[in-house]
């Protein structure tokens, strides 16, 4: 049994902590659960992502309440199959998701599962960040993965549909993401629920200029049925061997213009760095990189997220994570 000091980051340790147990068989108690967070302890999506893990691992489970922040996780065998996952509100579906993903993937028969709630909310990968970003890369690990947005879900109505399929890859191959090679295309959609066309409109107008865009790259969708106003900026930057997709949300007394100011000013600097690796994908990789072995990539900065969760992961496996500062970035290496 692993024990887990939860105030040493948010919801991702508790996420991460989930899909290892799972993987590994291996227990763990966390205490104080996202303490240093304004709202302390287990919210619906938390919630969900362990009730979520509970079903598919068979698990017993200590703690599993709204607010609460001490959970137990004691896990039994994982089983695949067709599973269904509902947050009850605008809580992230695809957190969601990528806690299951890595237990089910080391099934020996595929899994379908439908999972409802939030697809672009603040402060969680969107859903094309992890059709575009997220599952290519996983794909170099040798990870059949797929998701098909049925309906996006926007903060604070929620009511998103996501359907997502895994095969069994039991093994994973040693993946780098060292080089990007050369820029291939950028391009912009604004994603507009219950909102006037012509907020997007301005939000593509502003990133074309930030970012030298023509129109050809610049892309609206209206989403219909609304089930409320929300309104989400993306913004896909593919090189030959990589693809980095940056998302921006609409906010109340926040103009269209800055919102796609500050977005585009992201991807550029992307663009103008020399990292492979984007800082949101960059701690998400060191889970399949630690369960395959080995790994190694690029990104301009160590995060936060990135630190505690090489120390968790670092728990359960016999792993060593560590970076250094090269020109342009940091590498980080994955070895057992």
């Known amino acids: 049994m692993i024990e887990v000091d939860g105030s040493a980051g948010g919801g991702q340790l508790l996420r991460t902590a989930l899909s290892l147990a799972l993987c590994t068989g291996t227990g763990f108690t966390m205490q104080k659960i996202r303490a240093k967070r304004s709202k302390p302890g287990l919210m619906r999506q ?5 009730n979520a893990a509970a079903t598919i691992g068979n698990a017993y489970v200590e703690g599993a309440e709204l607010g609460a922040t001490t959970l137990r996780f004691e896990p039994g065998v994982v089983v695949p199959g067709e599973y269904r996952f509902a947050t009850g509100s605008a809580g992230s579906a ?6 299951v993903l890595p237990p089910l993937w080391r099934c020996d028969a595929p899994s379908r599962l439908r999972l409802e709630g939030g697809t672009h909310n603040p402060l969680a990968p969107s859903a094309d960040f992890i059709a575009d970003t997220y599952l290519p890369s996983l794909a170099k690990f040798g990870i059949d993965a797929g998701v098909v947005l049925e309906r996006p879900g926007f903060f604070p109505a929620g009511g998103g549909i996501l359907h997502a399929t895994v095969s069994p890859a039991p093994a994973l191959r040693h993946a780098e993401f060292i080089e990007r090679g050369a820029l291939q295309s950028i391009d912009a959609i604004a994603m507009l629920s219950g909102l006037a066309s012509g907020i997007g409109e301005r939000e593509l ?13 610049l892309h609206l969708r209206q989403v219909r049925p609304s089930l409320g106003p929300g309104n989400a900026l993306l913004i ?15 906010e109340r007394g926040l103009s269209a213009e800055k919102v796609a100011e500050r977005l585009a000013d992201e991807a550029k600097a992307y663009v103008r760095g020399s990292a492979c690796v984007g800082e949101h994908l960059s ?8 369960l395959a072995g080995s790994g190694a990539f690029v990104v301009a900065a ?10 968790l992961i670092e728990k359960f496996l016999p792993v060593e994570i560590d970076w250094a500062e090269i020109a342009g970035g940091w590498r980080v290496t994955v070895a057992s």
């Open 236 to 250: 896909r930057v593919r090189h030959e061997q990589h693809a980095e997709t940056f998302t921006g949300h609409g």
């Open 302 to 311: 160590i995060s936060d997220h990135l630190q505690s969760n090489a120390r």
């Open 46 to 50: 938390h919630l969900t992502a362990v």
């Open 283 to 290: 701690d998400q990789l060191l889970l399949p990189m630690a």
């Open 205 to 217: 107008q502003a990133v074309a200029k930030r970012l030298q865009l023509s129109q050809n790259a």
């Open 94 to 99: 695809t957190l969601v998701l990528q806690t």
